[in-house]
């Protein structure tokens, strides 16, 4: 199956700081998404991006489909943004399976 | 609209018992997927129901099962409760029905129930 590799693993800013998130797939893939797992455990979608750019605020990613990356930015980091991020990747034929990454922990500090 | 939810939030058992959660999914929508997330091995596709099929199926063993009904809710079981099982149960849903339209694609996940396993 497909594999999902993420990094930095964990990644500590000072608020304010800008960062970039790496996710690496091993297959062509049909849906990929970012999440934000809040302290609670639930995954909040952050983008859709199989291929492409999008912005939301001060997120933004790109997926380079050909070459089989993904990356996220995090602008002028806040203490809120703190958490763990994951991209998760369905490829052809396996309907709406996410594999997901090992995840980013974030930690940004005040 | 209201987002997936799941029922019960937090639940504690001991081995060899059974257990079902629940997932009621966004309005609409008729794919319902199940996830279980452990510290060990991060977070591993159970299965996916729509149309109250199961269309896929994880590497789980059978003690691992589950349904959706005509409204889409789902339940999952688990029989025979092992202490491996402790874990995070997550249940996303989606708005699409065939493999064609990937825009439909997007899976949106609900707050999880987090089980422990005595």
């Known amino acids: 199956g497909i594999q999902v590799e993420q990094s930095p693993p964990d990644l500590i800013l000072q608020e304010g700081a800008n960062s970039t998130l790496r996710c690496n797939f091993s297959d062509s893939v049909n849906n990929l998404q970012w999440f934000h797992q809040n302290p609670w455990g639930q995954l909040i979608n952050l983008f859709y991006?199989?291929?492409g750019t999008k912005q939301n605020g001060r997120l933004s990613a790109t997926t380079v489909a050909t070459e089989r990356y993904s990356l996220l930015y995090i602008s002028s980091s806040q203490t809120t943004d703190s958490g763990v991020y994951f991209c998760?990747?369905?490829?052809?034929?396996?309907?709406?399976?996410?594999?997901f990454g090992s995840g980013t922990q974030l930690t940004v500090l005040p | 609209k209201a987002g997936v939810t799941q029922t019960p939030r937090y639940l504690i058992k001991t081995r060899g018992q059974q257990v079902t959660l629940s997932c009621s999914p966004i309005?609409?929508?008729?794919?319902v997927s199940w996830y279980q997330q452990t510290p060990g091995q991060g977070l591993q596709f159970l299965f996916e129901?729509?149309?109250?099929?199961?269309?896929n199926k994880g590497n789980f063993p059978g003690r691992f099962s589950g349904r959706q009904f005509s409204n889409s809710r789902s339940e999952m079981n688990v029989s025979t409760l092992e202490l491996g099982d402790s874990a995070l149960y997550l249940c996303?849903?989606?708005?699409?029905?065939?493999?064609?339209?990937?825009?439909?694609?997007?899976?949106?996940f609900g707050p999880g129930t987090r089980l422990t396993v005595l």
């Open positions: 309005s609409g929508h008729r794919s």
């Open positions: 991006i199989p291929s």
């Open positions: 129901y729509f149309s109250e099929t199961q269309r």
């Open positions: 996303a849903s989606s708005p699409r029905g065939s493999h064609r339209d990937t825009n439909l694609d997007t899976q949106y």
């Open positions: 998760a990747a369905v490829t052809s034929g396996s309907a709406r399976q996410l594999t």
